[in-house]
Protein backbone atom coordinates (compact mmCIF):
# COMPACT_ATOMS: atom_id res chain seq x y z
CA UNK A 1 0.00 0.00 0.00
CA UNK A 2 3.11 2.19 1.09
CA UNK A 3 4.23 1.41 -2.16
CA UNK A 4 1.27 2.45 -4.27
CA UNK A 5 0.48 5.95 -2.35
CA UNK A 6 4.09 6.86 -2.86
CA UNK A 7 3.22 6.15 -6.76
CA UNK A 8 0.22 8.60 -6.53
CA UNK A 9 2.19 11.24 -4.94
CA UNK A 10 4.75 11.13 -7.42
CA UNK A 11 2.17 11.87 -10.33
CA UNK A 12 -0.06 14.00 -8.39
CA UNK A 13 3.05 16.55 -8.57
CA UNK A 14 2.95 15.87 -12.45
CA UNK A 15 -0.33 16.89 -12.46
CA UNK A 16 -0.01 19.76 -10.67
CA UNK A 17 2.39 21.03 -12.58
CA UNK A 18 0.29 20.94 -15.86
CA UNK A 19 -2.54 22.36 -14.14
CA UNK A 20 -0.32 25.51 -12.90
CA UNK A 21 -0.06 26.49 -16.09
CA UNK A 22 -3.76 27.53 -15.99
CA UNK A 23 -4.54 27.73 -12.67
CA UNK A 24 -3.03 30.69 -10.91
CA UNK A 25 -4.08 28.98 -7.29
CA UNK A 26 -2.02 25.56 -8.62
CA UNK A 27 0.81 27.77 -10.11
CA UNK A 28 1.28 29.47 -6.28
CA UNK A 29 1.30 26.17 -5.11
CA UNK A 30 3.75 24.30 -7.37
CA UNK A 31 6.01 27.87 -7.83
CA UNK A 32 6.60 28.37 -3.72
CA UNK A 33 7.49 24.85 -3.17
CA UNK A 34 10.91 24.87 -6.06
CA UNK A 35 13.51 26.22 -3.72
CA UNK A 36 11.80 25.22 0.13
CA UNK A 37 15.15 22.73 0.95
CA UNK A 38 17.37 26.11 -0.71
CA UNK A 39 15.56 28.06 1.73
CA UNK A 40 15.86 25.85 4.42
CA UNK A 41 19.53 25.12 4.32
CA UNK A 42 20.24 29.03 4.03
CA UNK A 43 18.15 29.50 7.47
CA UNK A 44 18.32 26.47 9.24
CA UNK A 45 21.70 25.60 10.54
CA UNK A 46 22.88 22.14 11.96
CA UNK A 47 23.23 23.82 15.33
CA UNK A 48 19.70 25.04 15.46
CA UNK A 49 17.28 23.87 17.92
CA UNK A 50 13.93 23.66 16.04
CA UNK A 51 10.25 23.21 16.30
CA UNK A 52 8.06 22.91 13.74
CA UNK A 53 4.21 23.34 13.31
CA UNK A 54 2.04 22.51 10.41
CA UNK A 55 -1.58 23.82 9.31
CA UNK A 56 -3.16 22.55 6.41
CA UNK A 57 -4.35 26.55 5.46
CA UNK A 58 -5.03 29.61 7.24
CA UNK A 59 -7.51 28.34 9.53
CA UNK A 60 -5.57 25.70 11.25
CA UNK A 61 -2.90 28.48 11.46
CA UNK A 62 -5.21 30.47 13.42
CA UNK A 63 -6.35 27.56 15.09
CA UNK A 64 -3.03 26.60 16.78
CA UNK A 65 -1.50 30.15 16.87
CA UNK A 66 -2.20 30.51 20.36
CA UNK A 67 -0.01 27.10 21.29
CA UNK A 68 3.09 28.30 18.83
CA UNK A 69 2.93 31.82 20.89
CA UNK A 70 3.09 30.19 23.83
CA UNK A 71 5.86 27.34 22.92
CA UNK A 72 7.61 30.43 21.28
CA UNK A 73 8.02 31.61 25.27
CA UNK A 74 8.39 28.54 26.65
CA UNK A 75 11.50 27.82 24.20
CA UNK A 76 13.34 30.91 23.67
CA UNK A 77 15.99 29.18 22.25
CA UNK A 78 14.53 27.70 19.43
CA UNK A 79 13.40 28.31 16.03
CA UNK A 80 10.22 28.28 14.94
CA UNK A 81 9.25 26.55 11.42
CA UNK A 82 5.81 26.69 10.59
CA UNK A 83 4.37 24.52 7.13
CA UNK A 84 1.51 25.15 5.02
CA UNK A 85 -0.33 22.72 2.40
CA UNK A 86 -2.50 25.50 0.89
CA UNK A 87 -1.34 28.95 -0.71
CA UNK A 88 -4.27 30.39 0.86
CA UNK A 89 -3.09 30.12 3.91
CA UNK A 90 0.44 30.44 3.39
CA UNK A 91 -0.13 33.91 1.44
CA UNK A 92 -1.78 35.30 3.47
CA UNK A 93 0.24 34.24 6.53
CA UNK A 94 4.13 33.74 4.98
CA UNK A 95 5.03 37.29 6.54
CA UNK A 96 3.95 36.32 10.10
CA UNK A 97 5.66 37.47 13.41
CA UNK A 98 5.56 34.32 15.19
CA UNK A 99 7.70 31.62 13.23
CA UNK A 100 11.33 32.27 12.51
CA UNK A 101 10.39 30.58 9.37
CA UNK A 102 7.27 29.81 7.15
CA UNK A 103 7.61 28.08 4.04
CA UNK A 104 5.25 25.46 2.03
CA UNK A 105 5.36 22.17 3.02
CA UNK A 106 7.23 19.77 0.16
CA UNK A 107 4.84 17.14 -1.24
CA UNK A 108 4.81 13.87 1.00
CA UNK A 109 7.31 11.40 -0.73
CA UNK A 110 9.86 9.35 0.59
CA UNK A 111 12.51 11.55 -0.89
CA UNK A 112 11.42 14.94 0.44
CA UNK A 113 10.16 13.69 3.95
CA UNK A 114 13.73 12.63 4.82
CA UNK A 115 15.55 15.68 3.42
CA UNK A 116 13.04 18.11 5.24
CA UNK A 117 13.53 16.42 8.22
CA UNK A 118 17.25 16.21 7.67
CA UNK A 119 17.53 19.89 6.97
CA UNK A 120 14.82 21.07 10.27
CA UNK A 121 15.77 18.34 12.69
CA UNK A 122 13.12 19.51 14.96
CA UNK A 123 13.10 18.26 18.59
CA UNK A 124 9.27 18.80 18.91
CA UNK A 125 6.82 18.63 16.15
CA UNK A 126 2.29 19.98 16.03
CA UNK A 127 0.21 19.11 13.36
CA UNK A 128 -2.53 21.54 13.91
CA UNK A 129 -6.33 19.25 13.87
CA UNK A 130 -6.08 16.98 11.03
CA UNK A 131 -3.59 16.59 7.59
CA UNK A 132 -1.91 13.24 8.22
CA UNK A 133 1.09 12.71 5.54
CA UNK A 134 2.08 9.18 6.00
CA UNK A 135 6.01 9.81 4.67
CA UNK A 136 6.85 12.53 6.96
CA UNK A 137 4.72 10.83 10.10
CA UNK A 138 6.59 7.43 9.27
CA UNK A 139 10.43 9.13 9.33
CA UNK A 140 9.12 10.89 12.49
CA UNK A 141 8.75 8.31 13.98
CA UNK A 142 11.90 6.92 12.53
CA UNK A 143 13.30 9.11 13.89
CA UNK A 144 11.74 8.96 17.39
CA UNK A 145 10.77 12.95 17.42
CA UNK A 146 7.79 13.75 19.66
CA UNK A 147 5.01 14.46 17.69
CA UNK A 148 1.58 15.91 18.53
CA UNK A 149 -1.70 15.93 17.24
CA UNK A 150 -2.97 19.52 18.47
CA UNK A 151 -6.90 19.97 18.20
CA UNK A 152 -8.00 17.48 17.05
CA UNK A 153 -11.21 16.25 15.15
CA UNK A 154 -11.95 12.84 14.52
CA UNK A 155 -14.68 11.53 12.78
CA UNK A 156 -16.24 7.65 11.99
CA UNK A 157 -16.00 8.57 8.01
CA UNK A 158 -12.33 9.21 8.22
CA UNK A 159 -10.28 6.31 6.27
CA UNK A 160 -8.49 5.60 9.59
CA UNK A 161 -11.99 3.72 10.85
CA UNK A 162 -12.38 1.90 7.50
CA UNK A 163 -12.00 -1.88 6.76
CA UNK A 164 -9.03 -0.68 4.14
CA UNK A 165 -8.26 1.97 6.01
CA UNK A 166 -4.85 0.37 8.28
CA UNK A 167 -2.20 1.68 5.64
CA UNK A 168 -3.39 5.00 7.82
CA UNK A 169 -4.30 3.55 10.59
CA UNK A 170 -0.25 2.80 11.02
CA UNK A 171 0.24 6.62 10.93
CA UNK A 172 -1.27 7.56 14.18
CA UNK A 173 1.46 5.43 16.08
CA UNK A 174 3.80 8.02 15.23
CA UNK A 175 1.79 10.86 17.37
CA UNK A 176 3.19 10.91 21.38
CA UNK A 177 -0.09 12.22 22.31
CA UNK A 178 -3.30 13.33 21.23
CA UNK A 179 -4.86 16.40 21.81
CA UNK A 180 -8.68 16.50 20.97
CA UNK A 181 -11.53 18.83 21.26
CA UNK A 182 -14.34 16.59 21.95
CA UNK A 183 -15.44 13.42 23.84
CA UNK A 184 -16.41 11.44 19.81
CA UNK A 185 -13.03 12.20 19.23
CA UNK A 186 -11.40 10.44 22.05
CA UNK A 187 -13.69 7.49 21.64
CA UNK A 188 -12.65 6.72 18.33
CA UNK A 189 -8.78 7.34 18.83
CA UNK A 190 -9.57 4.74 22.02
CA UNK A 191 -11.45 2.04 19.48
CA UNK A 192 -8.62 1.99 17.69
CA UNK A 193 -6.85 0.92 20.83
CA UNK A 194 -5.14 4.47 21.59
CA UNK A 195 -5.24 6.00 25.22
CA UNK A 196 -2.64 8.58 24.95
CA UNK A 197 -5.64 10.83 24.06
CA UNK A 198 -6.60 13.99 26.14
CA UNK A 199 -9.85 16.31 25.48
CA UNK A 200 -7.96 19.79 25.83
CA UNK A 201 -10.62 21.22 23.37
CA UNK A 202 -10.34 23.84 20.38
CA UNK A 203 -7.62 26.38 20.43
CA UNK A 204 -9.66 28.36 18.39
CA UNK A 205 -11.47 30.10 21.57
CA UNK A 206 -7.96 30.42 22.84
CA UNK A 207 -7.23 32.33 19.74
CA UNK A 208 -10.22 34.58 19.57
CA UNK A 209 -10.35 35.59 23.37
CA UNK A 210 -7.15 36.78 23.03
CA UNK A 211 -8.39 39.14 20.06
CA UNK A 212 -10.17 41.48 23.20
CA UNK A 213 -6.75 42.57 24.84
CA UNK A 214 -5.41 44.19 21.17
CA UNK A 215 -6.32 47.31 19.63
CA UNK A 216 -9.53 46.68 17.51
CA UNK A 217 -9.91 50.32 16.77
CA UNK A 218 -10.70 51.56 13.34
CA UNK A 219 -10.86 55.36 12.58
CA UNK A 220 -12.73 54.85 9.37
CA UNK A 221 -15.35 52.28 10.54
CA UNK A 222 -15.91 54.94 13.31
CA UNK A 223 -16.69 57.39 11.09
CA UNK A 224 -18.91 55.09 8.34
CA UNK A 225 -21.17 53.58 11.32
CA UNK A 226 -21.72 56.99 13.44
CA UNK A 227 -23.02 55.47 16.05
CA UNK A 228 -25.72 53.66 14.03
CA UNK A 229 -26.79 50.26 14.09
CA UNK A 230 -24.63 48.22 11.69
CA UNK A 231 -25.33 44.90 10.42
CA UNK A 232 -21.37 43.04 9.83
CA UNK A 233 -21.41 40.76 6.39
CA UNK A 234 -18.19 38.60 6.78
CA UNK A 235 -17.05 36.30 4.65
CA UNK A 236 -20.30 36.02 2.12
CA UNK A 237 -19.93 33.90 -0.88
CA UNK A 238 -22.83 34.63 -4.08
CA UNK A 239 -25.39 32.76 -2.80
CA UNK A 240 -25.48 34.55 0.50
CA UNK A 241 -25.03 37.94 -0.92
CA UNK A 242 -28.45 37.64 -3.31
CA UNK A 243 -30.26 37.56 -0.14
CA UNK A 244 -28.62 39.57 1.87
CA UNK A 245 -28.74 42.58 -1.12
CA UNK A 246 -32.44 41.80 -1.09
CA UNK A 247 -32.87 42.82 2.28
CA UNK A 248 -30.20 45.74 2.16
CA UNK A 249 -32.29 47.06 -1.20
CA UNK A 250 -35.93 46.51 1.10
CA UNK A 251 -34.47 47.71 4.41
CA UNK A 252 -36.06 50.91 5.32
CA UNK A 253 -34.70 50.87 8.74
CA UNK A 254 -31.99 53.23 9.85
CA UNK A 255 -29.03 50.45 9.49
CA UNK A 256 -25.46 50.59 7.82
CA UNK A 257 -23.73 47.36 6.21
CA UNK A 258 -20.60 46.20 6.07
CA UNK A 259 -19.96 43.73 3.39
CA UNK A 260 -16.65 41.52 3.39
CA UNK A 261 -16.69 39.32 0.63
CA UNK A 262 -14.87 36.21 0.87
CA UNK A 263 -13.64 36.83 -3.15
CA UNK A 264 -11.84 40.09 -3.49
CA UNK A 265 -11.40 39.96 -7.66
CA UNK A 266 -12.29 43.06 -8.54
CA UNK A 267 -15.14 41.94 -10.89
CA UNK A 268 -16.68 40.21 -8.26
CA UNK A 269 -16.75 43.25 -6.12
CA UNK A 270 -18.06 45.43 -9.00
CA UNK A 271 -21.06 43.31 -9.95
CA UNK A 272 -22.10 43.13 -6.14
CA UNK A 273 -21.21 47.49 -5.99
CA UNK A 274 -23.55 47.60 -8.71
CA UNK A 275 -26.59 45.24 -7.36
CA UNK A 276 -26.99 47.81 -4.35
CA UNK A 277 -29.34 50.49 -4.78
CA UNK A 278 -28.51 52.16 -1.89
CA UNK A 279 -25.50 54.23 -1.20
CA UNK A 280 -22.13 52.29 -1.33
CA UNK A 281 -18.56 52.86 -1.34
CA UNK A 282 -15.47 50.48 -1.52
CA UNK A 283 -12.67 50.19 1.36
CA UNK A 284 -10.44 51.02 -1.83
CA UNK A 285 -12.44 54.26 -2.36
CA UNK A 286 -12.96 55.67 1.35
CA UNK A 287 -10.07 58.20 1.22
CA UNK A 288 -11.11 62.00 1.41
CA UNK A 289 -15.23 60.18 0.90
CA UNK A 290 -17.72 61.78 3.88
CA UNK A 291 -17.92 57.68 5.59
CA UNK A 292 -20.57 58.66 7.37
CA UNK A 293 -23.16 59.68 4.27
CA UNK A 294 -23.57 56.16 2.93
CA UNK A 295 -25.05 53.26 3.78
CA UNK A 296 -23.07 50.09 2.82
CA UNK A 297 -19.17 49.52 2.80
CA UNK A 298 -17.69 46.65 1.26
CA UNK A 299 -14.34 45.81 2.33
CA UNK A 300 -12.57 45.18 -0.82
CA UNK A 301 -9.24 43.99 0.90
CA UNK A 302 -8.02 41.19 3.72
CA UNK A 303 -6.90 41.22 7.17
CA UNK A 304 -9.19 44.09 9.01
CA UNK A 305 -11.98 41.66 9.41
CA UNK A 306 -11.58 40.65 13.14
CA UNK A 307 -11.42 44.14 13.73
CA UNK A 308 -14.43 44.94 12.17
CA UNK A 309 -16.42 42.61 13.96
CA UNK A 310 -15.87 44.94 17.30
CA UNK A 311 -18.05 47.44 15.36
CA UNK A 312 -21.16 44.82 14.64
CA UNK A 313 -24.38 45.05 16.07
CA UNK A 314 -25.03 42.23 14.10
CA UNK A 315 -23.11 39.56 12.37
CA UNK A 316 -23.65 37.61 9.20
CA UNK A 317 -21.33 35.13 8.68
CA UNK A 318 -21.25 33.22 5.05
CA UNK A 319 -20.50 30.33 3.74
CA UNK A 320 -23.46 28.68 4.83
CA UNK A 321 -25.16 27.37 1.69
CA UNK A 322 -21.84 25.80 0.30
CA UNK A 323 -19.64 22.31 1.13
CA UNK A 324 -18.62 22.03 3.84
CA UNK A 325 -20.54 24.79 5.35
CA UNK A 326 -20.21 28.31 7.18
CA UNK A 327 -17.31 30.26 7.83
CA UNK A 328 -15.15 31.02 11.11
CA UNK A 329 -18.37 31.93 13.44
CA UNK A 330 -16.19 32.49 16.82
CA UNK A 331 -14.48 35.67 15.89
CA UNK A 332 -17.84 37.87 15.89
CA UNK A 333 -19.04 35.76 19.04
CA UNK A 334 -16.47 36.68 20.99
CA UNK A 335 -17.50 40.44 20.39
CA UNK A 336 -20.79 39.26 21.90
CA UNK A 337 -22.92 39.74 18.27
CA UNK A 338 -25.39 38.09 17.53
CA UNK A 339 -25.36 35.79 14.42
CA UNK A 340 -26.79 34.68 11.64
CA UNK A 341 -25.75 32.07 9.07
CA UNK A 342 -27.38 29.87 6.38
CA UNK A 343 -28.48 26.08 7.19
CA UNK A 344 -25.25 24.39 5.94
CA UNK A 345 -23.42 24.78 9.71
CA UNK A 346 -23.27 20.73 11.25
CA UNK A 347 -20.13 20.05 10.34
CA UNK A 348 -18.73 22.74 12.42
CA UNK A 349 -19.77 21.89 16.35
CA UNK A 350 -19.35 25.68 17.94
CA UNK A 351 -22.32 26.25 15.20
CA UNK A 352 -24.12 23.86 15.99
CA UNK A 353 -23.65 24.76 19.49
CA UNK A 354 -24.29 28.23 19.44
CA UNK A 355 -27.38 27.36 16.97
CA UNK A 356 -28.80 25.06 19.93
CA UNK A 357 -28.00 27.61 22.48
CA UNK A 358 -29.39 30.37 20.19
CA UNK A 359 -26.86 32.95 20.22
CA UNK A 360 -27.01 32.71 16.29
CA UNK A 361 -29.74 31.94 13.78
CA UNK A 362 -29.42 29.54 10.98
CA UNK A 363 -32.03 30.69 8.19
CA UNK A 364 -32.38 28.66 4.87
CA UNK A 365 -34.62 31.34 2.75
CA UNK A 366 -35.55 35.05 1.78
CA UNK A 367 -37.95 35.35 4.62
CA UNK A 368 -35.99 33.70 6.88
CA UNK A 369 -33.42 36.52 6.71
CA UNK A 370 -35.78 38.69 6.52
CA UNK A 371 -36.92 37.92 10.23
CA UNK A 372 -33.95 37.29 11.90
CA UNK A 373 -33.09 40.68 10.81
CA UNK A 374 -35.69 42.12 11.60
CA UNK A 375 -35.79 40.75 14.81
CA UNK A 376 -32.84 41.93 15.84
CA UNK A 377 -32.55 45.13 14.37
CA UNK A 378 -35.87 46.00 15.87
CA UNK A 379 -35.22 44.40 19.26
CA UNK A 380 -32.21 45.59 21.20
CA UNK A 381 -32.89 43.50 24.30
CA UNK A 382 -32.97 40.08 21.83
CA UNK A 383 -30.04 41.23 20.34
CA UNK A 384 -27.59 41.60 23.69
CA UNK A 385 -29.21 38.70 24.86
CA UNK A 386 -28.24 36.49 22.05
CA UNK A 387 -24.66 38.48 22.11
CA UNK A 388 -24.52 37.65 25.97
CA UNK A 389 -24.97 33.58 24.65
CA UNK A 390 -21.89 34.05 21.79
CA UNK A 391 -19.60 35.81 24.50
CA UNK A 392 -20.63 33.88 27.01
CA UNK A 393 -20.27 30.61 25.36
CA UNK A 394 -16.21 31.32 23.83
CA UNK A 395 -15.36 32.33 27.60
CA UNK A 396 -16.82 29.19 29.28
CA UNK A 397 -14.63 27.21 25.93
CA UNK A 398 -11.06 28.49 26.34
CA UNK A 399 -8.11 26.95 28.12
CA UNK A 400 -6.65 24.78 25.63
CA UNK A 401 -4.01 25.95 25.11
CA UNK A 402 -3.06 25.71 28.83
CA UNK A 403 -3.96 21.93 28.69
CA UNK A 404 -1.72 21.35 25.75
CA UNK A 405 1.24 23.56 27.29
CA UNK A 406 1.09 21.75 30.78
CA UNK A 407 1.36 18.50 29.37
CA UNK A 408 4.62 19.24 26.68
CA UNK A 409 6.18 21.10 30.38
CA UNK A 410 5.75 17.71 31.88
CA UNK A 411 7.07 15.96 28.87
CA UNK A 412 9.80 17.57 27.52
CA UNK A 413 11.14 20.10 30.45
Given at each position: ?????NI????AG?L??I?????P???????G???????L????S??????????AS???????????????????????????????G??V?KN??VA?????????????AK?????TH??L???????Y?PNY?N???????????????LR??????K???G?YRN???T?E???????S?????????Y?N?????????D?????L?R??S????????????T?V?G???????EL??N?????????????????I???Q?????K??S?????FS?K???K?NE???L???T???????????D???I???????????IL?P??????????????H?A?????V???G??????Q??L???F??????????????????T????N????????K?I?????
Open positions: MFFLYLVHFFLKSAVFNKMKLFVERKNIFETKHNITNDKTIWFHALGEFEQGLPVVEKIKIKFPSHKIIVTFFSPSFERNSDLTIYLPLDTKENLFLELPEVFFIKYEWLELKKQKTKTYLISGIENQVFFWYGFCLQFHFFVQNESKKLLQSLGQVKISGDTRFRVVSIEDNLGFIEEFKKNTTIISSWPKDELVFINQSSENVKFIIAPHNKSEIQELKSIKSVILEDSKLYAVIIDIGILTKIYSYAIAYGGGYGNPGVHNEATFGIPIVIGPNYTFEATALGLECVSISSNENNASNLILNRDIRHEKGHICSFVQMKGATAVILHENDHL
